[in-house]
Structure formats: structure tokens, C-alpha cells
């Protein structure tokens, strides 16, 4: 009997431990502190991540061309910048008209 009690407890536990470490997969958990230009010409989007449920910082989530995730402070001015720099380069694509 006691065998099963600790047994049950050992499974609740290491389940609670699963859902809590699942709970920050996709959230930022530091920031980088400077970024080199050749990687700042490859970053094609950005979101922000907010202090919600599941993320406990806020940041700005900058992706690459190769689908790398880079976290940044959205107060840093480089990376205010950045997200400008970004916002123009989409904008000049998105208005470019396509050629058939």
C-alpha cells in the first residue's frame, strides 16, 4: 500500500514538473545585448512577446532567415531601431508589385 501512495505521488510530481517546463517553450527568458550587422541584415520579422500567462518577461522576438528566435529588450534603442529598420524593409517588399 504505501509502495502505491508513493509510487502515485512520484507520478503527479514528475507530470506537474512536465506542464510547468512546457509552459515556457516559446517564451524569452534573457535578452541579448548587442547584435552583429551581418545578423541584423538577416532578420526578415519580429513579434513581441508580452508578460501573459505563460511568458514572465516581455521582449521582442526577432527571426532570421533561418528561423532562429533572438530575444531582445524592447526598451534597448538599438532594438527600437531595429524593429524600424524591419518595418520599412517589409513595407518596400510588400508595395513592390510583382512582375509576371
Known amino acids: ?32 545585448k548587442t547584435m552583429k550587422t551581418s545578423v541584423k ?3 526578415v ?7 501573459d500567462g505563460d511568458c514572465n518577461m516581455r521582449a ?15 526598451e534597448d534603442k538599438w532594438v527600437k531601431d531595429q524593429m524600424k529598420i524591419v518595418d520599412r524593409r517589409n513595407q518596400r517588399t510588400s508595395t513592390t508589385p510583382s512582375t509576371i
Not at 501512495?5 to 512536465?18: A, D, H, I, R, W
Not at 521582442?60 to 524592447?74: G, Q, Y
Open 1 to 32: 500500500m504505501r509502495f502505491q501512495v508513493l509510487f502515485v505521488l512520484l507520478l503527479f510530481t514528475c507530470l506537474y514538473l512536465s506542464v510547468a517546463q512546457g509552459s515556457f517553450g516559446n517564451c524569452c527568458l534573457r535578452y541579448v
Open 41 to 43: 541584415k538577416n532578420i
Open 45 to 51: 520579422e519580429y513579434r513581441m512577446q508580452e508578460t
Open 60 to 74: 521582442v522576438v526577432f527571426t532570421t532567415k533561418r528561423k532562429k528566435a533572438i530575444c531582445a529588450n524592447p
